[in-house]
């Protein structure tokens, strides 16, 4: 297989024919080498329907019927978006693998120039978008407040306005396989394997159907996970405000001290007395907080639970049925009355 498609879907049945309309022409105009066993050029498109509650999986399989190199798996439930990805670079068999949304704000003529960059040696080529238009104000200003964090912060910068709309060789896919976290952040990952990249320009459509399922808090929770799973400076910081803190403590005692020695004492004051104890145990609480995100990560990982199970799969035309992609060393899946083997 020379590229696959990857595709998280999530409640986009009105998405699944206008996308394909777009992305099946231009898949055959690649000039990508024929299929031994059907003579077509040599593609595979794999939806991860990630527990969709409309007709989105029905859609697909009727897809997969006028094309069979359309394949889908489906997921027991919803898993989120980032395990979507994981699975589909599971079971993607093509020697590139793009990865992109089904809401057409990826626009599939961009496949195009990723394989140009990668027919020059790239082994990541990532769409960076060049503008925000059709952002409000504060989800701009909060995403430049989160690379500047990242970039601070983080184990490696990661470039502004990259996403998940990009084609990884399958070197990097194979390196991303072998990272079976559950806690994942599917861009601080791209950064961390390395490879030569290269980013192409984008803008950013607007949706075809449909609304976004990225809320606010979503997005805050994501930027979180990102930052929590590539640094330990939260942690750290709270070490720095604790001697802080102490410092000015002590400070705060001297000063008392002489006073006292020198014009005597005063009547202590309640207001100050509640403010200190408010803001001490408000220091405790966010610290223990910050602490207990950490904990509960190794929580999670340690159970190791499989990172996702498949309920049923359609195999696209040049795999074998009813035989699935083996999950690599380090990924732990699950697939309904048959268990992934390695």
Partial sequence: MELSVIVPVYNEADNIAPLLGRLIPVLEGLGLPASRTSGHASWEIIFVNDGSRDATLARIQEAHQKEPRVGVIAFSRNFGKEVAIAAGLDYARGRGVVIMDADLQHPPETIAEFVAKWREGFVMVYAQRTDRVNETAIKRGFARLFYRLFRAFGEMPLP????????????????????????????????????SSVGVPFVVADRAHGVTKWSFRKLFRFAFDGITSFSTIPLKIWTYAGLAISLASIATALYFLIRTMLLGSDLPGYPSLIVSVMFFSGIQLMSLGMIGEYVGRIFAEVKRRPLYIVAESLVPAGGTEGAEAAP??????????????R
């Fill in 328 to 341: 690599s060393a380090g990924s732990s899946t699950a697939s309904a009355g048959a268990p992934a083997t």
């Fill in 160 to 195: 502004e306005g990259a996403g998940d709309f990009r084609l990884i060789d399958r070197r990097g896919v194979d390196a991303l396989r072998a990272m079976g976290e559950r806690a994942r952040f599917s861009k601080g990952l791209y950064a961390w394997v390395g490879f």
